[in-house]
Antibody, heavy 121, light 107 residues
Framework: QVQLQESGPGLVKPSQTLSLTCNVSGGSINNGDDYWSWIRQTPGKGLEWIGYIYYTGSTFYNPSLKSRATISLHTSKNQFSLSLNSMTAADTAVYYC?????????????WGQGTLVTVSS | EIMMTQSPATLSVSPGERATLSCRASQRVDSKLAWYQQTPGQPPRLLIYDASTRATGVPARFSGSGSGTEFTLTISSLQSEDFAVYYCQQYKTWPYTFGQGTKLEIK
């Protein structure tokens, strides 16, 4: 059974860059069936899809992030990561790494537990 | 961007009764619609995809219907563990978008 686990700092200063990593266990990230996404959740805006990456390295991002997000693959470690620059208080959220869409289920079928990131000086 | 609107924001239902939750898309999404359940402190859990297909392990009391712009999630006989927040999500077009959620509470 595939499992995902986020890791990264819980506190980021305004204007800094957030870096989060998702460790994937129970299956290979390097397959042609799955996309790997980041989704965040805030009390105000709810659930927001940030973007995804495919095993080829191709990516797609939510335009709402205004090109601040970068998602990368680290296949030797079976991980993928999120970098979000120019952080502001509005980026305070729980960040989830998620499997999906997949070749069989186009929705988000497996979620990490999430990590709370607070933006504050 | 496709806007997803859920109603009601809060639904109060007694255990054992039926709950009906609605989701409306601002544009047609065909059947590219999923439902998720979230309990406090937990990530969302996929319940329904392709508008009406239950995900693995989801009890039969959960059913989804609809296509185009109008969708419904029905829980036929509410159990205590079903009181949670429910979200719909479209995956017809980028960016994928979610509804704001319906909180299902005990009456």
């Amino acid at each position: 059974q595939v499992q995902l686990q986020e890791s990264g700092p819980g506190l980021v200063k305004p204007s800094q860059t957030l870096s989060l990593t998702c460790n994937v266990s129970g299956g290979s990230i390097n397959n042609g069936d799955d996309y790997w996404s980041w989704i965040r959740q805030t009390p105000g805006k709810g659930l927001e899809w940030i973007g995804y990456i495919y095993y080829t390295g191709s990516t797609f991002y939510n335009p709402s992030l205004k090109s601040r997000a970068t998602i990368s693959l680290h296949t030797s470690k079976n991980q993928f990561s999120l970098s979000l620059n120019s952080m502001t208080a509005a980026d305070t959220a729980v960040y989830y790494c998620v499997r999906g869409p997949t070749s069989s289920i186009e929705a988000f079928d497996i979620w990490g537990q999430g990590t709370l990131v607070t933006v504050s000086s | 961007e496709i806007m997803m609107t859920q109603s009601p924001a809060t639904l109060s239902v007694s255990p054992g009764e039926r709950a009906t939750l609605s989701c409306r898309a601002s544009q047609r999404v065909d059947s590219k619609l999923a439902w998720y359940q979230q309990t406090p402190g937990q990530p969302p859990r996929l319940l329904i995809y392709d508008a009406s297909t239950r995900a693995t392990g989801v009890p039969a009391r959960f059913s989804g219907s609809g296509s185009g712009t109008e969708f419904t999630l029905t829980i036929s006989s509410l159990q205590s563990e079903d009181f949670a927040v429910y979200y719909c999500q479209q995956y017809k077009t980028w960016p994928y978008t979610f509804g704001q959620g319906t909180k299902l509470e005990i009456k």
